[in-house]
């Protein structure tokens, strides 16, 4: 008798040759095979509890063999410690492994939910071109030149957001789409050069109205695919919140440690170092972490100081807090606390609720460095050191978002979100005058640290538009080029709309489990945006070039050559 695992979507069954069932054809693993035969209960003794179907098997009588495999790169099965990039190069066979399809069919049912989520409540998937023109503003756009208009170029979308809006001008009032999009930007785990969101746009609607649209969309998804009940409302925190609380506008609130300003507690402060950055406009903020099992080393502490470098501070102090007396610095171990009085380390353990064990970590720099490098130290330390809560879904919304930052390499100020996002209604005055105060009608998702998407209710008035536009720089020449078919629209008639998206592919990772987004991508490409399995980007025929009146220079630069 031979006993063989047969595999198909579904999952696996034991088939059992005996006689000459087999015939003379060897059963390579993977190979493709077709049976009948007749379907047994095993004997109690031999019920496999680890399958679905471990209690019964099928008997063969008949065999087809329709192809026989090479031996794979790799075994097809879960958990392999495999290089993703050969999983890569054999994509096709990566997705044979049942924890790889298990994610795709994930996939699939959230997209099956989430359309019938927008269905039901009066919304339209309409689609919105893959060719258009670039309007450069964010990511670097994929474009494609035109073989009719030589010397022009279609765009590949970065999102459909002007199209999305012009929709809500012809009246379609409720809008989504499940779409692909393109930026050409540095990659990391969760970014993909062309990944999905989900598209929404909304006429008549204040900020209040998109986000309980969202958590509504939220808990479907996670009732109807995971069997999960989620809590709302959402939390909310502001932007400044946000910043100060946990040094990111993408907090993980899971990790339970706290970012504090204790600058106050210094601010008669003779030690140099604090002086300084107090005089010169920065802060002082603190990181706590509790007492734990394991202690801190100075190897630990130095590591930590390291890190804090790397993410742009000029240092770490540290201190960790003995069991003497809270103002004697001699009680505790610390790299600064002999500079201190006693009365600044009473109030810097009152302002953070320090206590005996507890190991505090403080920067003293702008506001934003501070909260970069605390911000990672944070988290850095959480996943090192145990705390975050695994197994909580740690929903929020991020609100109140400048509307503008200063970009030191232009000279100018650029949109944090897009040029189409509204201020707050009475900050438009300040659009002309202060331009860094002016708070945005933008909202951002995020679960468990990674934003989800991000929306916000938008501009639609022709002379605000031209508006916003000039404080970005734009002159009126270029704001016509670039935007005038928006503007003309909007002297038509616009309503009052905004909308959100969310990404896809984000979403599904984090509903998988998964670490990587390419994990839940049926033929993602690599950090260097390669397909490994096509081979693309690579050369086409010069012929091709020729009907496109492109040519490839190539320059060699200080000796090595590019194209």
């Given amino acids: ?73 790799f075994y097809i099965e879960d958990g392999i410690d495999t290089d993703e990039s050969v999983r890569l190069r054999y994509r096709y066979l990566d997705l044979r492994r049942p924890e790889m399809q298990r994610a795709l069919i994930l996939r699939h049912r959230v997209t099956k939910v989430l359309r019938d989520f927008f269905d039901a409540r009066g919304f339209l998937e309409v689609e919105t071109p893959m060719l258009t023109l670039s309007t450069p503003e964010g990511a670097r756009d994929y474009l494609v030149p035109s073989r009719l208009e030589p010397g022009h170029f279609y765009a590949l979308p970065q999102s459909p957001q002007l199209f999305k809006q012009l929709l809500m001008v012809s009246g379609l009032e409720r809008y989504f789409q499940v779409v692909r999009c393109f930026r050409d930007e540095d990659l990391r785990a969760d970014r993909q050069p062309e990944f999905t969101q989900v598209d929404v746009e909304m006429s008549f609607v204040e900020e209040e109205d998109v986000m309980a649209m969202v958590e509504d969309l939220m808990a479907d998804l996670y009732r109807e695919v995971l069997g999960v009940d989620l809590p709302r409302p959402f939390p909310r925190l502001t932007y400044d919140e946000a910043m100060l609380k946990y040094g990111t506008d993408k907090p993980d609130l899971r990790n339970p440690l706290t970012i504090e300003d204790v600058g106050q507690c210094f601010a008669e402060t003779e030690f140099r170092v604090f002086r300084s950055v107090l005089d010169g406009g920065g802060v002082i903020r603190a990181l706590r972490i509790p007492a734990g099992e394991e202690p801190w080393r100075r190897k630990d502490l130095d590591d930590l100081t390291a890190e804090a470098r790397r993410w742009g501070a000029g240092g770490l102090a540290w201190l960790e807090v003995g069991t003497g007396p809270a103002g004697d610095p001699q009680s505790h171990r610390s790299s600064f606390a002999r500079f201190l009085s006693a009365q600044e380390l009473t109030d810097l353990f009152a302002a953070t609720g320090a206590e005996p064990g507890d190991l505090l970590l403080m920067v003293a720099d702008s506001a934003d460095t501070a909260a970069r490098v605390l911000g990672h130290l944070r988290q850095h330390i959480a996943q090192e050191r145990g705390f975050l809560r695994d197994g909580e879904l740690a929903f929020t919304w991020i609100t109140d978002f400048p509307l503008l930052e200063w970009d030191e390499d232009e000279k100018r100020y650029v949109a944090v979100h897009h040029p189409f996002t509204s201020p707050k209604p009475d900050h438009w005055e300040l659009l002309r005058s202060e331009p860094w105060r002016v708070r945005a009608r933008a909202y951002d998702l995020v679960l468990n640290g990674v934003e989800l998407g991000g929306g916000s209710i938008r501009i639609h008035n022709t002379a605000q538009q031209e508006q916003m536009l000039a404080a970005l720089g734009f002159s009126q020449e270029e704001a016509k080029e670039r935007f005038g078919f928006l503007m003309e629209a909007f002297s038509y008639g616009a309503p009052p709309h905004g909308g959100i998206a969310l990404g896809l592919d984000r979403m599904v990772m984090l509903m998988a489990e998964r670490q990587s987004i390419r994990d839940v991508i049926a033929f993602p490409k690599t950090a260097k945006a390669a397909c490994l399995m096509t081979g693309a980007p690579g050369p086409v025929d010069p012929a091709q070039l020729q009907e496109l009146h492109l040519q490839v220079i190539y320059k060699e630069p200080e000796g090595q050559a590019q194209a």
């Fill in 1 to 73: 008798m031979l006993f063989v695992d047969l595999r198909d979507r579904t999952g696996i069954v034991q088939l059992v040759f005996h006689g000459d069932t087999r015939g003379d054809r060897p059963l390579r693993p993977e190979s493709v095979i077709g049976v009948r035969g007749e379907v047994r209960l095993r004997e109690p003794h031999l019920v496999n509890p680890k399958l679905a179907t471990g209690e019964v098997e099928v008997w063969v009588s008949d065999l087809q063999v329709w192809n026989e495999s090479r031996t794979p790169p």
